[in-house]
T-cell receptor, first 111, second 114 residues
């Protein structure tokens, strides 16, 4: 069974601060996706990383896939209240029949 | 391009009853996956349908069943509801064959079992 562990579970920071969310596993994934979910809504895809060591940037968000494709990180620079939400990482295993999700990091950015 | 839609938005059922949830895939997508998300948790994979057949299943009992129709819409059926079935049920569609396996989620159906 493939598992993804996210840390931290909760994060409350002030506007303008930087933060990093981690997603770790002992399993290798074909790709890893990051989602953001607002209360009462479905997850919205932010990015997909495929190659070990890959780095992708989405405005103030930087995503990195570990060299061994077992872990990933999400770094937010100068967080804003609009970044508040639940951040989920999800790994695509072999066979592509399901995504394995982490338990999420709930981020609150105070103005 | 139409996104993934789900109905109903909210549903309240009594233990032992049966429920059917519906999902319309994003235009052009051929695969539908269903996930259960308990409060404070990440989504858990229930099953996936491709070409109207079940194409993979998570650790859920047989009372969770599904269908995919020729227009790629889908249903999730749950029989003999239990209190622990209370959750947000998410449908996600994707297009198999494009390389990476990106899934696009609907807004979910909030099921409450009393």
């Amino acid at each position: 069974t493939q598992l993804l562990e996210q840390s931290p579970q909760f994060l409350s920071i002030q506007e303008g601060e930087n933060l990093t969310v981690y997603c770790n596993s002992s399993s290798v994934f074909s790709s890893l996706q990051w989602y953001r979910q607002e209360p009462g809504e479905g997850p919205v895809l932010l990015v997909t990383v495929v190659t070990g060591g890959e780095v992708k940037k989405l405005k103030r968000l930087t995503f990195q896939f570990g060299d061994a494709r077992k872990d990933s990180s999400l770094h937010i620079t100068a967080a804003q209240p609009g970044d508040t939400g639940l951040y989920l990482c999800a790994g695509e295993g072999t066979g592509r029949r399901a995504l394995t999700f982490g338990s999420g990091t709930r981020l609150q950015v105070q103005p | 391009e139409t996104g993934v839609t789900q109905s109903p938005t909210h549903l309240i059922k009594t233990r032992g009853q049966q429920v059917t949830l519906r999902c319309s895939s994003q235009s052009g997508h051929n695969t539908v996956s269903w996930y259960q998300q308990a409060l404070g948790q990440g989504p858990q994979f229930i099953f996936q349908y491709y070409r109207e057949e079940e194409n993979g299943r998570g650790n859920f009992p047989p009372r969770f069943s599904g269908l995919q129709f020729p227009n790629y819409s889908s249903e999730l059926n749950v029989n003999a509801l239990e209190l622990d079935d209370s959750a947000l049920y998410l449908c996600a569609s994707s297009l198999v064959g494009l390389g990476t396996y990106e899934q696009y989620f609907g807004p979910g159906t909030r099921l409450t079992v009393t």
